[in-house]
């Protein structure tokens, strides 16, 4: 079982930054691969970075490449998100998640925990 508790949305100016956290109970969250989703109003669910259970591998939605990093600290069972030049569409609850694929993936199926979610709002 993992938890998943997500920290750091809030409030920014288009072209400002921010970094998304998701703490991670359990002593297994190095096996898994991570994964942030994000919801805008009155859209699906969709897919915005995944990192490998080492942190090797990364990948990124079209929509955020060049402007949002993932990351992960193994030792602190920590993910992150670091997003800059943020855009009025990146407004959306955004979403960590496991997987127990080993570099993860797009699609929200293929992940086994969710955590709760965290606001984030771009003005323009």
């Known amino acids: 079982q993992v938890q998943l508790v997500e920290s750091g949305g809030g409030l920014v100016q288009a072209g400002g930054s921010l970094r998304l956290s998701c703490a991670a109970s359990g002593r297994t969250f190095s096996s898994y691969a991570m994964g942030w989703f994000r919801q805008g109003p009155g859209k699906e669910r969709e897919f915005v970075a995944r990192i490998s259970y080492s942190g090797a591998i990364t990948s990124y939605a079209d929509s955020v490449k060049g402007r949002f990093a993932i990351s992960r600290d193994n030792a602190k069972n920590t993910v992150y998100v670091q997003m800059n030049s943020l855009k009025p569409e990146d407004t959306a609850v955004y979403y960590c998640?496991?997987?127990?694929?080993?570099?993860?993936?797009?699609?929200?199926?293929?992940?086994?925990?969710w955590g709760q979610g965290t606001q984030v709002t771009v003005s323009s």
């Open positions: 998640a496991a997987s127990r694929l080993s570099i993860g993936s797009k699609r929200s199926d293929d992940y086994d925990y």
